[in-house]
């Protein structure tokens, strides 16, 4: 998450400010807390046909211009774009939301941090890390924080590397991406296998020793929940098949989840 602000001072209320990726998950939280902040926001869309028009129909979009938000067309790829716009709308902060990883972290921690950091002087154009120690967990942690909510353990399914890789190959949504990101994130460890040596990198945990995040026991308590809401407003889906070639769990299986270790 990179951050690029005008000025190392300013009141909340006058710090401009742009998100870029605020149709995605984080971003939308990032914008989300810039608009509780009080700080004119501003949602940088894609332009181009069609696009621009699908992401203002979006929900997501929709929510923060309906509390306020602006709208800004164009590419964070057209420099020359993206220095007019700054220019022209007075923005003082830019926050990018687009790619990179992160450890397990409730999208209203990051939010929360991130307009702190805004305000923080060591931040002044760097890219900002969310790398808690307490959020970071096995796929074995994550099934056993799961099954301690059902009460109960689940099936595993163990599959090579090599087949796992194969499930991400065929294009199956959402088995596929399943496939990719279980692969990507606890195979190879794109999560953790970096050093934060640059001198354009801060990290959340070291700026903010007395920083709390909320757990993943707490965030799935309230999936659960969530779970158990919706079972007693919606009819059962219809029985199907349980698994692929690849012993992967489908949509429709009776089992709430099932964790795959390779």
Known sequence: MYQHRESQTMSPAEGRTMIIGSAGFIGWFLADACLQSGRPTYLLVRSGPGFASRSLKSSKIKSLVDR????????????????KLIRENKIEVVISAV????????????????????????????TLHFQPRTNLLSINDLARI??????????RVTISEDDLLSAAKEMRIPQSIVAAL????????????????KPTDVEVCSLYPDASFRSIDDCFKEFHAKIDDSKQTSKPPPPSSNSNKNGIILAGSKTEAVFITA
């Open 182 to 197: 279980t692969h990507d994130i606890f195979i190879t460890g794109c999560q953790v296998n970096y050093n934060l040596d």
């Open 99 to 126: 790619g990179g990883d992160s450890y397990f972290i409730a999208g209203t921690d990051i939010g929360k941090f991130t307009m702190r950091a805004v305000e923080d002087p060591r931040t002044l154009n760097k």
């Open 68 to 83: 306020g938000a602006t709208i800004l067309h164009g590419c964070v790829k057209d420099g020359e774009l993206m220095e």
């Open 146 to 155: 799961w099954e301690s909510q059902l009460g109960r353990s689940l099936p």
